[in-house]
Structure formats: structure tokens, C-alpha cells
């Protein structure tokens, strides 16, 4: 694919896996400097062809360093891709067993890392005309039942990208939100992800009989479950 992006920069936020990674990798292909930004930096964002900078992003210290790191390393963003979410916070609990450290720390990655690494980019991407993705999820749209914590911070996400649109397009910077469904990620691969988790609680002892299951339990149009690759393009 040539998108015409040779040259441009990029900020990729929770970028060591999945989603992230995987945007990572395909605008670094189009020729883009990229710098990603993740608690734990791996062998694949290392070898990525990426700035990798370690940073905990769901604190307001993580995101001034990673972002001055950013801005040293790049010089300007053109692009800002606010991924990070979920982390170790995506659990199977109730409303009632999720106490306000919980909220908290879910609302500071989710939702705060977006505020607080746009709110620093933006001075650049206003200079530049630059654009910014957010990627929520559809869990802000169709919460159900839970994870009640990161539905809501991914719903108030939604709703913050639709206000950076309001007030940043008339001065050049477009804001878009991309809100996946069901992705085969961290959040349903893994030996501890939240979607064995899930099975292991409904009684499921086949988790790869369960995936396939997942696009008729989630009424998924297309059949089966996505590709991190997918929603990177």
C-alpha cells in the first residue's frame, strides 16, 4: 500500500502488542518515523523499526516522559495514534467488586493517557495539520453488562475524541475514533487473557472451540474474529 507518508511521524501509545504493534509496524512500512510508546518493550516493537520508549502511560510522570522522549526524537507529530487500554484491568468482575482504585487505575489508562498524551501532541499537530486516531472500542456503544469500568472509560474516550474533532478540525487537525469488536489480541490470546478467563468461567475447557464459537455469540457480520492487522489499516 502507498499512502503517501514517507517521512511523516507518528505516536503510537501502547504499541509492544496487538492493535498498537501492529500500526506500528504497517506505518513504518509506509516510511513513517515512528516513535511507540508501551509499559514493556519486546523483541518485536524493538525490532520494529520504531523509537521504542518504555513508559507507564496510565500515569500522568509516564506520559510527560514518554512524550519528551517523543518530541526530542521526531521533532514534530503528524500523526498521533492514541491505543493504549484494557492492561491488566480487564477482569470478569461485577460492579460491586470493582473498587474506586480499580476505576481509577482503568479511567487513567483508558481514558486519562488519551487525554494527557493529546493534550502535549497537540501544539505539534496544530502546526502541522496533523491527525489524531483514538482507538475505543465497542464496548463504549454496546456495554452490556461489563466490564463495566473499562466500558464506561471506553465510552467517555469516544466521547472525548468527538470533542478534540469539534474544536481542533476548523484549525487543520483531524480526530477519528475506531471502535473494534472482538480482535484476536492480547485480550483473547494468551495463557491469563481475559477471553480463557472467560471461558474457564463459563466451563469451557477448548478455548480454540470457543473462538470459534465467538462470531455467532457476538453476532459478528463478517464470521469470524479480526485481525490487529485489520484494524491498523
Known sequence: MELGLEGKTAVVTGASRGIGLATVRA???????????????????????????????????????????????????????????????????????????????????????????????????IERRGAVVNVSSVNGRMPGAGPVAYSAAKAALTAFGKSLAEEFGPRGVRVNTVSPGVIRSSIWDGPDSFGRRAAAAAGVEDYDAFLRELPGLFAITAGRVGEPGEVAA
Do not use: K
Open 27 to 125: 506505518l513504518v512500512a509506509e516510511g513513517v518515523r515512528v516513535v511507540g510508546g508501551a509499559r514493556t518493550v519486546g523483541p518485536e516493537l524493538a525490532g520494529s523499526g520504531a523509537v521504542a520508549v518504555r513508559a507507564d502511560l496510565g500515569t500522568a510522570e509516564g506520559v510527560e516522559s514518554f512524550m519528551a522522549r517523543a518530541l526530542e526524537a521526531l521533532g514534530g507529530v503528524d500523526l498521533l495514534v492514541n491505543n493504549v487500554g484494557a492492561g491488566d484491568h480487564l477482569t470478569l468482575d461485577g460492579f460491586l467488586d470493582v473498587d474506586d482504585a480499580r476505576w481509577r487505575a482503568v479511567l487513567d489508562l483508558n481514558l486519562m493517557s488519551a487525554v494527557r498524551v493529546s493534550r502535549l501532541a497537540m501544539p505539534s499537530l
